[in-house]
């Protein structure tokens, strides 16, 4: 079993930057993959970042590269979405979700691929 709780959520006005945080808690960190996806009014829960078990290597939708940046500090249990340049379209509430079996160590961007989810933080974005 694993807990997530994400923070940091808030209203930032476009262009703006927010961190959000993720304290992990249950079993070993270090031995899963960490993500973040996001979920809109009406849309469907979607991508948007993924970090291996080291933090050697991260990917990001097409949509947040360059603007947002995830790691992880394996030592606190913890995984952070670094948001800036935020617009309004970033508008939605931010998941961190645990891949424990990720076994080959890879990136994975499905939901079904993760096994446990916080409840969610929410970002708005004002234009």
Do not use: H
Request: proline fraction near 1%; hydrophobic fraction near 35%.
């Amino acid at each position: 079993q694993v807990q997530l709780v994400e923070s940091g959520g808030g209203l930032v006005q476009a262009g703006g930057s927010l961190r959000l945080s993720c304290a992990a808690s249950g079993r070993t960190f270090s031995r899963y993959a960490m993500g973040w996806f996001r979920q809109a009014p009406g849309k469907e829960r979607e991508f948007v970042a993924a970090i291996v078990r080291s933090g050697g290597r991260t990917y990001y939708a097409d949509s947040v590269k360059g603007r947002f940046a995830v790691s992880r500090d394996n030592a606190k249990n913890m995984v952070y979405l670094q948001m800036n340049s935020l617009k309004f379209d970033d508008t939605a509430v931010y998941y961190c979700a645990a891949d424990l079996t990720n076994w080959d160590n890879v990136i994975r961007t499905a939901k079904s691929d993760y096994d446990y989810w916080g409840q969610g933080t929410q970002v708005t974005v004002s234009s």
